[in-house]
């Protein structure tokens, strides 16, 4: 079976990731309303973001040297292990045991997701890795077979009503969507990735 995982909140802590962002502006005199515009609250048609864009922009403008937003951030990035859920890489060793396909289907500016991917280390368990720049359910996937499991309501929403084979949600505590409903109750809902892992024992 295809399993397709989003990435952020979902297989790693994107909130505390954040935060460590926000850091990295306070050290340089400024607040967190620098990094207001994120990928998730930018409309599909806008540009999405790119953290070494942004740094190295805010360095031109405010006329900080771009080696005090570089600097912190490749040391963030030395430690993104640290965001990776405590769950995650259970659950993921779990799935390819049973001999599944697995890929990560992330959504956001690819070369901001490809770093925080390559530096979590998860690489290995993946056949391969999808960066959607689009919605995920207007992509060429093969939905009718596939499982996903993902936090953002709009995804889960879009992946039910593409046919998808099974939808998951994952509702982890200061995840993005965690106070959000579905409209959709025959999607599955689960605090954790180990709770899922749980519900798949018993009933795959």
Sequence with gaps: MNYYLDFDYTLFDTHAFREELYKILEQNGLDKTYLA????????EQKLLNIRELFTNLSISKNIPIESFLVPLDELYSRCEEFVYDDTVEFLKYLKSKNH??????????????????????????????YAEQLKYTLSIDYTNGIFIDDSIRDLEGLYNQKAKQVYRIKRKNGKNSKKELNIKEILEFNSLKELQEHLEKHT
Excluded: H, V
Excluded at 37 to 44: A, D, F, G, I, S
């Design 37 to 44: 515009l994120t990928p998730e609250q930018k409309n599909n």
């Design 101 to 130: 396909k697995l890929f990560i289907l992330t959504w956001g500016e690819k070369e901001f997701q490809k770093e925080k991917i390559k530096a979590s280390k998860l690489y290995d368990f993946f056949d391969e890795i999808i």
